[in-house]
Protein backbone atom coordinates (compact mmCIF):
# COMPACT_ATOMS: atom_id res chain seq x y z
CA UNK A 1 0.00 0.00 0.00
CA UNK A 2 1.03 3.51 -0.66
CA UNK A 3 1.15 6.22 1.87
CA UNK A 4 2.14 9.87 1.39
CA UNK A 5 2.62 12.34 3.83
CA UNK A 6 2.35 16.14 4.13
CA UNK A 7 3.97 17.70 7.55
CA UNK A 8 2.80 20.90 7.23
CA UNK A 9 -0.47 21.32 8.75
CA UNK A 10 -0.26 25.02 7.48
CA UNK A 11 1.78 27.65 5.92
CA UNK A 12 1.78 31.28 5.81
CA UNK A 13 3.74 33.53 3.10
CA UNK A 14 3.75 36.77 2.07
CA UNK A 15 2.42 38.06 -1.30
CA UNK A 16 5.07 37.87 -3.92
CA UNK A 17 7.21 35.94 -2.03
CA UNK A 18 8.41 32.04 -2.47
CA UNK A 19 7.03 29.02 -0.30
CA UNK A 20 7.54 25.52 -0.46
CA UNK A 21 5.12 23.06 0.14
CA UNK A 22 6.88 19.31 1.29
CA UNK A 23 5.34 16.14 0.97
CA UNK A 24 6.85 11.93 1.35
CA UNK A 25 5.38 9.28 -0.19
CA UNK A 26 6.38 5.56 0.73
CA UNK A 27 5.64 3.02 -2.21
CA UNK A 28 7.49 -0.30 -3.45
CA UNK A 29 6.30 0.67 -7.06
CA UNK A 30 8.49 1.98 -9.89
CA UNK A 31 6.60 3.24 -12.44
CA UNK A 32 4.13 6.24 -10.87
CA UNK A 33 2.73 9.64 -10.81
CA UNK A 34 2.96 12.50 -8.19
CA UNK A 35 0.44 15.49 -8.13
CA UNK A 36 -0.31 18.49 -6.34
CA UNK A 37 -3.68 19.23 -6.09
CA UNK A 38 -5.35 22.53 -5.26
CA UNK A 39 -8.36 22.96 -3.21
CA UNK A 40 -9.82 26.81 -2.74
CA UNK A 41 -12.88 27.39 0.11
CA UNK A 42 -15.22 26.75 -2.92
CA UNK A 43 -13.88 22.79 -2.86
CA UNK A 44 -13.24 22.52 -6.74
CA UNK A 45 -10.44 20.19 -6.50
CA UNK A 46 -7.81 21.82 -9.25
CA UNK A 47 -4.68 19.88 -10.40
CA UNK A 48 -1.65 22.01 -9.98
CA UNK A 49 1.30 19.90 -11.41
CA UNK A 50 2.42 16.27 -12.57
CA UNK A 51 5.13 14.55 -12.30
CA UNK A 52 5.68 10.64 -14.02
CA UNK A 53 8.51 9.22 -11.96
CA UNK A 54 10.45 7.52 -14.67
CA UNK A 55 11.03 11.75 -15.93
CA UNK A 56 14.40 12.97 -14.05
CA UNK A 57 13.39 16.34 -15.07
CA UNK A 58 11.44 18.43 -12.90
CA UNK A 59 7.81 19.22 -14.13
CA UNK A 60 7.39 23.39 -13.97
CA UNK A 61 3.78 25.19 -15.02
CA UNK A 62 4.25 28.88 -14.68
CA UNK A 63 5.16 30.14 -10.92
CA UNK A 64 4.79 26.42 -9.55
CA UNK A 65 7.78 23.62 -10.06
CA UNK A 66 8.64 20.28 -7.98
CA UNK A 67 11.32 19.03 -6.33
CA UNK A 68 11.50 15.38 -7.30
CA UNK A 69 13.73 13.52 -5.42
CA UNK A 70 12.86 9.40 -6.55
CA UNK A 71 15.78 8.07 -4.45
CA UNK A 72 14.40 9.55 -0.83
CA UNK A 73 10.93 10.08 -2.16
CA UNK A 74 10.25 13.40 -1.84
CA UNK A 75 7.96 15.51 -3.83
CA UNK A 76 8.34 19.12 -3.07
CA UNK A 77 5.92 22.25 -4.02
CA UNK A 78 7.84 25.57 -4.48
CA UNK A 79 5.44 28.46 -5.48
CA UNK A 80 6.82 31.64 -6.97
CA UNK A 81 5.84 35.13 -6.90
CA UNK A 82 2.84 33.94 -3.95
CA UNK A 83 -0.66 35.46 -5.31
CA UNK A 84 -3.76 35.87 -2.73
CA UNK A 85 -5.43 33.69 -5.05
CA UNK A 86 -2.61 30.96 -4.34
CA UNK A 87 -4.27 30.64 -0.58
CA UNK A 88 -6.12 27.02 -0.56
CA UNK A 89 -5.03 23.69 0.67
CA UNK A 90 -2.68 22.01 -1.42
CA UNK A 91 -2.89 18.55 -1.22
CA UNK A 92 -0.21 15.60 -2.66
CA UNK A 93 -1.17 12.59 -4.34
CA UNK A 94 0.37 9.69 -5.69
CA UNK A 95 -1.04 7.32 -8.30
CA UNK A 96 0.44 4.14 -9.79
CA UNK A 97 0.75 3.69 -13.99
CA UNK A 98 -1.36 1.48 -14.07
CA UNK A 99 -4.91 1.40 -15.64
CA UNK A 100 -7.63 2.29 -13.52
CA UNK A 101 -5.51 3.34 -10.88
CA UNK A 102 -6.66 5.28 -7.49
CA UNK A 103 -5.35 8.68 -6.09
CA UNK A 104 -3.89 8.49 -2.50
CA UNK A 105 -4.10 11.13 -1.17
CA UNK A 106 -1.89 13.39 1.70
CA UNK A 107 -3.49 14.97 4.65
CA UNK A 108 -2.97 18.55 2.88
CA UNK A 109 -1.33 21.84 3.66
CA UNK A 110 -3.42 24.87 4.42
CA UNK A 111 -1.68 27.74 2.38
CA UNK A 112 -2.81 31.53 3.35
CA UNK A 113 -0.75 34.39 1.26
CA UNK A 114 -0.81 37.65 3.36
CA UNK A 115 -1.12 40.60 1.24
CA UNK B 1 -16.70 21.88 -22.48
CA UNK B 2 -18.34 21.12 -19.42
CA UNK B 3 -16.33 19.79 -17.14
CA UNK B 4 -17.56 17.80 -13.90
CA UNK B 5 -21.00 18.17 -12.81
CA UNK B 6 -21.98 16.94 -9.05
CA UNK B 7 -25.31 16.94 -7.77
CA UNK B 8 -27.00 17.95 -4.97
CA UNK B 9 -24.69 20.30 -4.11
CA UNK B 10 -25.64 20.30 -0.85
CA UNK B 11 -27.68 17.45 1.39
CA UNK B 12 -28.71 16.53 4.97
CA UNK B 13 -29.76 13.57 6.01
CA UNK B 14 -31.15 11.67 9.12
CA UNK B 15 -29.22 8.33 10.19
CA UNK B 16 -30.42 5.42 8.94
CA UNK B 17 -31.82 7.06 5.83
CA UNK B 18 -30.47 6.42 2.33
CA UNK B 19 -28.30 8.67 -0.60
CA UNK B 20 -27.65 8.86 -3.91
CA UNK B 21 -25.20 11.11 -5.49
CA UNK B 22 -25.41 11.89 -8.88
CA UNK B 23 -21.65 12.73 -11.57
CA UNK B 24 -21.50 13.49 -15.07
CA UNK B 25 -18.29 12.99 -15.98
CA UNK B 26 -16.08 15.51 -18.27
CA UNK B 27 -16.63 15.27 -21.94
CA UNK B 28 -15.09 12.60 -23.28
CA UNK B 29 -14.10 11.26 -20.31
CA UNK B 30 -15.54 7.31 -19.68
CA UNK B 31 -14.08 6.01 -15.38
CA UNK B 32 -15.46 7.59 -12.82
CA UNK B 33 -13.95 7.56 -9.20
CA UNK B 34 -15.45 8.43 -6.00
CA UNK B 35 -13.91 9.86 -3.15
CA UNK B 36 -14.83 11.08 -0.08
CA UNK B 37 -13.27 14.07 2.22
CA UNK B 38 -14.08 14.47 6.01
CA UNK B 39 -13.81 17.51 7.46
CA UNK B 40 -10.07 18.89 7.19
CA UNK B 41 -8.87 15.51 6.01
CA UNK B 42 -7.31 14.23 2.36
CA UNK B 43 -9.91 12.22 0.09
CA UNK B 44 -10.15 8.54 0.22
CA UNK B 45 -10.59 6.95 -2.08
CA UNK B 46 -14.50 5.00 -2.25
CA UNK B 47 -14.44 3.08 -5.92
CA UNK B 48 -13.95 3.61 -9.84
CA UNK B 49 -15.86 2.61 -12.43
CA UNK B 50 -15.26 2.04 -15.79
CA UNK B 51 -17.25 0.31 -18.06
CA UNK B 52 -20.21 0.27 -16.44
CA UNK B 53 -18.45 -1.84 -13.66
CA UNK B 54 -16.99 -1.54 -10.51
CA UNK B 55 -13.22 -2.21 -11.40
CA UNK B 56 -11.58 -0.95 -7.72
CA UNK B 57 -12.61 -0.39 -4.49
CA UNK B 58 -11.33 1.13 -1.36
CA UNK B 59 -11.67 0.07 2.27
CA UNK B 60 -15.47 1.11 2.55
CA UNK B 61 -18.38 -0.91 4.02
CA UNK B 62 -21.24 -2.64 1.58
CA UNK B 63 -23.33 0.24 2.31
CA UNK B 64 -21.46 2.07 -0.21
CA UNK B 65 -22.50 1.56 -3.86
CA UNK B 66 -22.32 2.92 -7.12
CA UNK B 67 -23.19 2.37 -10.36
CA UNK B 68 -22.14 4.04 -14.29
CA UNK B 69 -24.67 4.59 -17.02
CA UNK B 70 -23.87 4.02 -20.69
CA UNK B 71 -23.69 7.81 -21.11
CA UNK B 72 -20.59 7.23 -18.34
CA UNK B 73 -22.51 9.05 -15.81
CA UNK B 74 -22.45 7.60 -12.67
CA UNK B 75 -24.01 7.22 -8.93
CA UNK B 76 -23.15 6.68 -5.55
CA UNK B 77 -25.60 4.89 -2.77
CA UNK B 78 -25.09 4.80 0.84
CA UNK B 79 -27.16 2.92 2.65
CA UNK B 80 -28.31 3.09 6.06
CA UNK B 81 -26.44 6.27 7.11
CA UNK B 82 -24.34 6.94 10.46
CA UNK B 83 -22.97 10.35 11.31
CA UNK B 84 -19.60 9.34 10.25
CA UNK B 85 -20.82 9.29 6.91
CA UNK B 86 -21.12 13.27 7.05
CA UNK B 87 -18.34 14.46 4.10
CA UNK B 88 -17.74 15.97 1.36
CA UNK B 89 -18.08 13.45 -1.32
CA UNK B 90 -15.81 14.17 -4.67
CA UNK B 91 -16.29 12.41 -7.88
CA UNK B 92 -13.34 12.12 -10.47
CA UNK B 93 -13.31 11.36 -14.34
CA UNK B 94 -10.75 10.14 -16.41
CA UNK B 95 -10.08 8.67 -20.19
CA UNK B 96 -8.60 5.30 -19.72
CA UNK B 97 -7.25 6.20 -22.94
CA UNK B 98 -4.66 8.61 -22.65
CA UNK B 99 -2.15 6.92 -20.52
CA UNK B 100 -1.58 9.47 -17.98
CA UNK B 101 -4.35 8.83 -15.87
CA UNK B 102 -5.04 12.70 -15.05
CA UNK B 103 -8.22 13.14 -12.56
CA UNK B 104 -10.60 15.91 -13.13
CA UNK B 105 -12.77 16.66 -10.07
CA UNK B 106 -16.29 17.92 -9.79
CA UNK B 107 -17.36 20.85 -7.07
CA UNK B 108 -18.56 17.82 -4.69
CA UNK B 109 -21.71 17.45 -3.00
CA UNK B 110 -21.59 18.37 1.11
CA UNK B 111 -23.21 15.69 3.07
CA UNK B 112 -24.60 16.09 6.68
CA UNK B 113 -25.81 13.07 8.51
CA UNK B 114 -28.26 14.66 11.45
Known amino acids: AQTVTQSQPEMSVQEAETVTLSCTYD???????LFWYKQPPSRQMILVIR??????QNATENRFSVNFQKAAKSFSLKISDSQLGDTAMYFC????????????FGEGTQLTVNP | DAGVTQSPTHLIKTRGQQVTLRCSPK?????VSWYQQALGQGPQFIFQ???????QRGNFPDRFSGHQFPNYSSELNVNALLLGDSALYLC?????????????FGPGTRLTVT
Open chain 2, 92 to 104: ASSWAGTGIYEQY
Open chain 1, 27 to 33: TSESNYY
Open chain 1, 51 to 56: QEAYKQ
Open chain 1, 93 to 104: AFMKATSGSRLT
Open chain 2, 27 to 31: SGHDT
Open chain 2, 49 to 55: YYEEEER
